[in-house]
T-cell receptor, first 113, second 109 residues
Framework: EAQVTQNPRYLITVTGKKLTVTCSQNMNHEYMSWYRQDPGLGLRQIYYSMNVEVTDKGDVPEGYKVSRKEKRNFPLILESPSPNQTSLYFC????????????FGQGTRLTVV | GENVEQHPSTLSVQEGDSAVIKCTYSDSASNYFPWYKQELGKRPQLIID?????GEKKDQRIAVTLNKTAKHFSLHITETQPEDSAVYFC????????FGRGTSLIVHP
């Protein structure tokens, strides 16, 4: 089954404790991206990648890191989480090209206390 | 980069009525305009999309129209049903989509 898988689904952590949210897709998609969803603000892009070893900042990259060492995986790293990073996070992947559908992971609800 | 604005932020209708959600975009190079539906607690999923070489596309009760000159596109839902209640997002942009802020559609039985 074609899918984008994120882990964990839910995470509560403390300020400053490094964490990683994993994202994996099995559709051989070139494009992958991370979004955060906050009430009233919609889906804001954090980082995106157009292929292995190619990543770029989105609209809200501060406090986040990503890597794309393999085509299928695109982890999101919070080196020192803060309470303002409490949010719902989605990973998405898309086939190369300008007119293709984005497939989303199930979402990760992160709470930083 | 692309700037996508979506209106309204909330839309409340009675079952059976029509609903229209509108989006504007800034990048003239944008040529793909998808609409995603996000039900409560779930991930966004594509419901319909339109490419810049057509002006309208229909799929049963939903349709999307595109006006390239004015740089806006709209989602139309006819004969709304309670299961249409969800958040709807439009998107624009070239390679990596930029999303609108979403419209919360509430269909009252």
């Amino acid at each position: 089954e074609a899918q984008v898988t994120q882990n964990p689904r839910y995470l509560i952590t403390v300020t400053g404790k490094k964490l990683t949210v994993t994202c994996s897709q099995n559709m051989n998609h070139e494009y992958m991206s991370w979004y955060r969803q906050d009430p009233g603000l919609g889906l804001r892009q954090i980082y995106y990648s157009m292929n292995v070893e190619v990543t770029d900042k989105g609209d809200v990259p501060e406090g986040y890191k990503v890597s794309r060492k393999e085509k299928r995986n695109f982890p999101l790293i919070l080196e020192s989480p803060s309470p303002n990073q409490t949010s719902l996070y989605f990973c998405a992947s898309r086939q190369e090209g300008r007119r293709t559908e984005a497939f989303f992971g199930q979402g990760t609800r992160l709470t930083v206390v | 980069g692309e700037n996508v604005e979506q209106h309204p932020s909330t839309l409340s209708v009675q079952e059976g009525d029509s609903a229209v959600i509108k989006c504007t975009y800034s990048d003239s190079a944008s040529n793909y305009f998808p609409w995603y539906k996000q039900e409560l607690g779930k991930r966004p999923q594509l419901i319909i999309d339109i490419r810049s070489n057509v002006g309208e596309k229909k799929d049963q009760r939903i349709a999307v129209t595109l006006n390239k000159t004015a740089k806006h596109f709209s989602l139309h839902i006819t004969e709304t049903q309670p299961e249409d209640s969800a958040v709807y997002f439009c998107a624009g942009g070239s390679y990596i989509p930029t999303f609108g802020r979403g419209t919360s559609l509430i269909v009252h039985p």
